[in-house]
């Protein structure tokens, strides 16, 4: 969500060449998911160096879990029955930070995440028409971190109703919509139900959405809609071609809350930060970044 009265930032960084892009997008349904993830360092390693390497200016939540590994077939009982199954074989090695991954935190952005999920499963299923415009809006919403698609979107496709059905398939027990009505970036989510989301996309979502939620992610601009540079935390640091989201907003209740999530490999990081609001964007967008530095590498055979 965009900051209020505060300078844009700019990144400089090259964007994907188009044919990488229409590649992603040709194939969003076969993205790897799961098994990559796990070649990382344990779960519980990751969590300590990052919530170590955090500077003491604010809270810190921190989840990591693995990403259920898509199985091909039909979308059968059955069958659903064998993903969740995978599902929970694949994340043996979740790990957060206790507490504070527990803990609600204004969503800013993050819930563009569940907005637009839940606004392809409905019409996926029928109970609403998206045209080419709202497909638009949707990938700015996700990619660019478009404030007005947000909005627009929100109001359109009722979503306060969107965060609580998603919640409800996903079993995310600390997410719910804004108190105040509109107030979008004020919906409620923890680090640990952010994990838990990206985590059974490919399992709770259709495929095909799945897939088209983690292309948007993966091209993701540096820079956002209203200027503001997105390449902080895990979106500065993370390896290869992380999905990422960036959310930032000030001030509720006093405090910035800035949140960095990635899906790396088959591996998903949350990291969701909340500083006064004395702290400025430029140091609270520093020690995110610090923090996600810290991610031990990949341990070598």
């Known amino acids: 969500m965009a900051p209020v009265g505060c300078p844009a930032q700019h990144a400089r960084r090259a964007r994907l060449p188009s044919v990488v892009l229409a590649l992603l997008l040709a194939g969003a349904v076969l993205v790897p998911a799961g098994r990559a993830g796990a070649q990382g360092p344990p779960g519980s390693e990751l969590v300590a160096a990052v919530t170590s390497a955090y500077p003491g200016i604010g ?5 990591v879990a693995h990403q259920y590994t898509p199985v091909a077939g039909s979308s059968s009982s059955a069958a659903a029955e064998a993903r969740s199954a995978q599902y929970a074989a694949d994340n043996g090695d979740t790990a957060d930070n206790g507490d504070a991954a527990a803990r609600p935190f204004p969503a800013a952005s993050m819930v563009k995440l569940f907005l637009a999920e839940d606004i392809l499963h409905r019409a996926r299923i029928g109970e609403l028409t998206l045209g080419p415009a709202d497909l638009r809006q949707l990938q700015a919403m996700i990619r660019h971190s478009d404030d007005p698609a947000a909005s627009s979107l929100w109001v359109r496709f009722g979503g306060a109703g969107a965060v609580t059905a998603v919640a409800a398939r996903y079993g995310l027990t600390g997410t719910a919509p804004p108190a105040v009505p509109g107030q979008w970036g004020q919906s409620t989510t923890t680090a640990r139900d952010l994990a838990q989301f ?4 490919p399992a709770v979502a259709h495929p095909a959405d ?9 091209t993701a601009t540096p820079v956002a809609a209203d200027g503001f540079d997105q390449s ?3 979106f500065g640091t993370a390896p290869g071609l992380p999905a990422v989201k960036q959310g930032w907003m000030c001030c509720v209740s006093g405090n910035r809350h800035l949140h960095s999530v990635a899906v790396v490999g088959g591996r998903i990081v949350v990291l969701l930060s909340e500083v006064p609001r004395s702290v400025g964007y430029a140091e609270a967008t520093s020690a995110l970044t610090t923090a996600a530095a810290a991610i031990p590498l990949p341990h070598q055979p």
């Open 59 to 63: 809270i810190l939540g921190v989840a």
């Open 198 to 201: 990206l985590a059974r996309l």
């Open 210 to 218: 799945a897939g088209t939620l983690m292309v948007w992610m993966r």
């Open 232 to 234: 902080f935390g895990l």
